[in-house]
């Protein structure tokens, strides 16, 4: 899912053990989908310099030693742009700052994307408690009043207990200080999402099937938490967005089993909490069966090819949500492909019937997938104009050969009729750098994290995503985290 990633080779291995085991009851225990880490918490050095983005070319951001990791991205209205990604140690030949520890960095442009200035830290500490490791990290802006927040998971301070931060900025990323958010009841959360609205400020986690929103009324210096649903086995937020009065929607990739396995393995849920309250409900929207499993296997994180999903709204009203499904919906394990439902401007859509199936989002078969192999992956969707929508997925339709480890690239279709018909065909986004050895001609060799993040500004579409050897990562194999601008 939009997915969490860092925790010791002796955790993943538990991590393993649970999922494969586990009740229902036991599935509330487990640790986050992470990828293993071997950082400490101290030794940070300062990156040399930030990224000059040429004519709207694919930009490695982070650090030139990687190991750096799903990223997201937030376009604000005042022309910055805030990138966060977690990064682990790289290798530091090019730069010794490549070698910092894991930590949640950001990286912000003043000019649309033109320029970033060099990764900094979000948060050392939270409420001064030196957590050695910091992922899942999203960033949003209040569209009020400018304040950047960046929520993301922290652990490894009291066993498998994993916590949710939210670090403020009221300098346009400049400074940040953080809060932990979740608590009394959640104490192993899992894959934060935040959205902000006029100081009011709403954090979606989970815990096994337990679904939670922390709400903030104070701009994120005191929050209150609720449990808003206790539904399936396994939940994840997945994206949020507001619409015009202010309410806060959230996608959830919901598994029906502990394992995310079986023909029928996950379902679509949007909730919309009230304005100002956490007054929260939920829209069943679609199942799917259980995505194939990674090629890495056992290393990979919780069913990271499996259940995915994220919410976007249109400047009318206009709600739509992307979601991943087999190519064969009774069939687990089949080919991922991008679908898309939507929820017209005046319906109720915290009523499922409101919700309608729109068409196929991916052509991944227009080009190459032999025999309709490849996989189509992590969609995300940001909504535009009145009836305007972009979306983005990985796939690795250029593989040759077709096993899932080369031949990955990014790409992008756009809609002006709420997704009944697109523009034309999709348009390739990621680009050949021969700098690095994860990228080659047909593209890069496997997805680094399953968050990726798309924005649009005026008169263009902003996009980041990761880049990677394999899962693992590590200083021997660097993952990198790569920007690009599109006209639209």
Request: glycine share 12%; proline share 6%.
């Amino acid at each position: 899912m939009n997915g969490p990633r860092s925790v010791s080779v002796v955790m993943i291995a538990l991590v393993a053990s649970l999922v494969l085991g586990a009740s229902s009851a036991q599935a509330g225990a487990l640790p986050p989908k992470v990828k293993g880490s071997t950082s400490v918490s101290h030794g940070t050095s300062v990156p040399t310099h930030g990224a000059v983005v040429p004519g709207g070319n694919a930009t490695r951001l982070g650090f030139c030693g990687g190991d750096d990791w799903e990223p997201e991205i937030a376009a604000a209205g005042d022309g910055h742009v805030y990138v966060v990604l977690a990064h682990y140690p790289g290798d530091p030949s090019c730069d010794p700052s490549s070698g910092n520890p894991n930590r949640v960095y950001i990286q912000v442009s003043s000019n649309g994307g033109q320029s970033f200035g060099p990764p900094h830290v979000v948060a050392e500490t939270i409420d001064g408690v030196d957590y050695p490791s910091q992922v899942d990290c999203v960033v949003t802006v209040d569209p009020v009043t400018g304040t950047v927040y960046v929520s993301f998971l922290a652990y490894g301070v009291q066993g498998v207990k994993t916590d949710v931060a939210v670090a403020r900025s009221t300098d346009f990323g400049a400074t940040f200080t953080a809060e932990k958010v979740n608590g009394p009841e959640c104490r192993a959360c899992d894959h934060p999402w935040t959205v902000a609205h006029d100081d009011n400020v709403y954090t979606t986690y989970a815990r096994a099937q337990n679904h939670y929103l922390s709400r903030s009324a104070d701009g994120g210096l005191t929050w209150t938490e609720t449990n808003v649903l206790r539904e399936d086995t396994v939940a994840f937020p997945e994206g949020g967005v507001l619409d015009a009065a202010g309410n806060a929607w959230f996608a959830w990739g919901d598994c029906k089993t502990s394992s995310c396995n079986g023909n029928k393995a996950g379902n679509y849920r949007v909730s919309k909490t009230i304005a100002g309250t956490s007054n929260t409900s939920f829209a069943l929207v679609a199942s799917a069966p259980a995505g194939p499993k990674c090629p890495y296997a056992p290393a990979c994180g919780f069913a990271y090819f499996g259940i995915q999903d994220d919410i976007a709204i249109d400047a009318a009203g206009n709600m739509y949500l992307v979601w991943q499904d087999g190519q064969d919906h009774t069939k687990a394990g089949s080919p991922p492909i991008v679908q898309l439902s939507r929820c017209l401007a005046g319906s109720d859509c915290t009523q499922s019937n409101n919700w309608s199936y729109v068409r196929r989002v991916d052509d991944k078969n227009a080009l190459g997938c032999f025999n309709s192999g490849c996989y189509a992956l992590f969609p995300r969707i940001e909504g535009g104009a009145a009836n305007t929508i972009a979306v983005e997925w990985m796939d690795d339709r250029n593989g040759v050969p077709l096993d899932h480890i080369n031949g990955w690239n990014v790409w992008y279709r756009t809609s002006t009729t709420g997704g009944t018909t697109f523009t034309g065909p999709s348009v390739r986004v990621s680009q050949y750098d021969p700098t690095r050895p994860e990228s080659q001609p047909n593209g890069y060799k496997f997805p680094y994290g399953d968050y990726q993040g798309i924005d649009l500004m005026a008169g263009k579409v902003v996009m980041v995503w990761g880049e990677g050897t394999n899962y693992t990562g590590t200083i021997a194999n660097p993952g990198h985290v790569i920007y690009r601008s599109l006209a639209i």
